[in-house]
Nanobody
């Protein structure tokens, strides 16, 4: 089992920055990649960003490219999401996820509980 715990969310004004963190524990050797997703009220959950554990290859949704940056500290089993130039449309519940099989573009195996990010205009 892998457990994921997010932190760092909150309420900010448009244009501000936030950094989300997600600490993985348990059988972390199983993790191939980690990602961030978000779900706004009344909308489906959507992919935000992902990073592979060994090569550090990153992938981003078009809506966050140039504003968000994902990074991984393997020694701490922690993935970060630096969010800059936040917009009200970034308001959502953000989830951390772990991929065990190399399917990080389509499928994840473990999920965190989610953390709220609210951006006021």
């Amino acid at each position: 089992q892998v457990q994921l715990v997010e932190s760092g969310g909150g309420l900010v004004q448009a244009g501000a920055s936030l950094r989300l963190s997600c600490v993985a524990s348990g059988r972390t050797f199983r993790i191939y990649a980690m990602g961030w997703f978000r779900q706004a009220p009344g909308k489906e959950r959507e992919f935000v960003a992902a990073i592979t554990r060994t090569s550090g290859t990153t992938s981003y949704a078009d809506s966050v490219k140039g504003r968000f940056a994902i990074s991984l500290d393997n020694a701490k089993n922690t993935v970060y999401l630096q969010m800059n130039s936040l917009k009200p449309e970034d308001t959502a519940l953000y989830y951390c996820a772990a991929d065990f099989h190399g399917t990080y573009t389509s499928q994840y195996d473990a999920w965190g509980q989610g953390i709220q990010v609210t951006v006021s205009s």
